[in-house]
């Protein structure tokens, strides 16, 4: 069974740029998650998905970030424009539903400069 | 106050050591509740589900207590690939983990 895709799996911008990561969940899963993970802390959700409806983006920063899951399959997340304290790991993880266990995929890694 | 706290770390230990994490949280309508571990770089990975009751696979025993509103692993016989960083997760909620070196 093939698990979380994401890419790219780094990512070097400027500040102010924008930025637009990619997330295909496993097959059949109904939720998906996006977190961010700064260096040393745990993962922080940022937006919930159950099919292609919010569940939780209550950490969001919606003044610059933003997340769409049309059809309820794949997944993108955008930030503009970025700030330096944006760089981070951002995570993709999905669900068969929204209180199972999550399956996360490798990452991509920001470095906003 | 934080919504996940787990202990700081970190924690070194020989190889057959006996070692206890422990996590807090503080939203009392968690559903569900995981340990999951992260290598360096890497991303998280399901370690096990943690049920009322209590619940074992092997060396690893999680526990949850819901009326304190707290989780805890126990490895048992450590072994050098059990070094790790141990993340608390009561549903979408992680801490910020704690991190284990098995040495020889």
Known sequence: EAGVAQSPRYKIIEKRQSVAFWCNPISGHATLYWYQQ???QGPKLLIQFQNNGVVDDSQLPKDRFSAERLKGVDSTLKIQPAKLEDSA???CASSPSGNDEQYFGPGTRLTVT | RKEVEQDPGPFNVPEGATVAFNCTYSNSASQSFFWYRQDCRKEPKLLMSVYSSGNEDGRF???????SQYISLLIRDSKLSDSATY????TT???AGTRLTVKP
């Open chain 2, 87 to 90: 993340l608390c997760a009561p």
């Open chain 2, 93 to 95: 909620r992680f801490g």
């Open chain 1, 38 to 40: 700064i260096l040393g």
């Open chain 1, 89 to 91: 790991v951002y995570l």
């Open chain 2, 61 to 67: 025993t999680a526990q949850l207590n819901r009326a």
